[in-house]
């Protein structure tokens, strides 16, 4: 049977959150997961650490991995100059279609390219489409494709010197391989932000990665 979370997550969105304010987006997202019903963004805790790294970094370009209903990706671009570009891709077409409306009602669809396939197949294409090196990369899919993707990233020409790869979902779900990669590769430097999974108790975090070539 159909996830009508993402439909009345959206709904929210559009009867209370202010037309062309992403803050009063996000903050009517958490208000709707934390009292509403779980779902499967990045959250308000984990969410100030994203903005944390993301002020540091001030990426001009940056790649999301994972729309869901487009949270995360309002979160990064709102706090971003105005040229900046997030290209986000999402595998599940009812979440992007979701994703597109809270964007939209955020009014960033113009800052915010969303891609609908598996990132192992749009990867390759980003460098001629946008012909472009990443400054951040936002993993958030699926922690098998952390690893490959990232593989992927490197082969294809994506990453630069200083690039920042930030990982969510570390410990939950958890995401051995890629972290044993980025912990222990020379051409990794890696820090674990400890935080919790959204909207719980249960531990979890993000991992922030500095490519070093
Ligand atoms: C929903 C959930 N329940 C229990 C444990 C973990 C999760 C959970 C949380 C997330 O933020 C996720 N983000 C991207 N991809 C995921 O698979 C995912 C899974």
Not at 34 to 47: I, R
Not at 139 to 144: A, K, M, N
Not at 154 to 178: F, H, K, M, Q, W
């Amino acid at each position: 049977t159909k996830d009508l979370r993402p439909q009345r997550l959206l709904n929210t969105v559009q009867h209370k959150a202010t037309h062309g304010d992403p803050e009063s987006v996000i903050s009517d997202i958490d208000h709707f997961c934390k009292h509403s019903e779980q779902a499967m963004n990045v959250g308000d805790e984990k969410g100030s650490i994203l903005d944390l790294v993301l002020s540091e970094v001030y990426p001009s370009t940056a790649l999301e991995l994972g729309t869901h209903c487009g949270y995360s990706g309002v979160r990064i671009v709102h706090l971003l100059r105005p040229g900046t570009r997030l290209i986000t891709v999402e595998l599940n077409p009812a979440y992007a279609s979701i994703a597109q409306q809270v964007i939209a009602h955020a009014g960033l669809q113009d800052k915010i390219t969303l891609e609908v396939g598996s990132s192992s197949d749009l990867i390759p294409k980003m460098k001629d489409h946008f012909g472009i090196t990443l400054n951040l990369v936002f993993l958030d899919h699926w922690q098998d494709r952390y690893l490959p993707d990232i593989k992927l990233l490197e082969n294809c020409g994506l990453l630069r010197e200083g690039s920042v790869l930030l990982a969510d979902g570390i410990t939950c779900p958890g995401t051995p391989d890629y972290l044993d990669c980025v912990r222990n590769s020379p051409h990794y430097e890696s820090h674990y932000h400890q935080s919790h999974l959204e909207y719980t108790r249960a531990e979890d975090g993000l991992e922030k990665s500095v490519f070093l070539r």
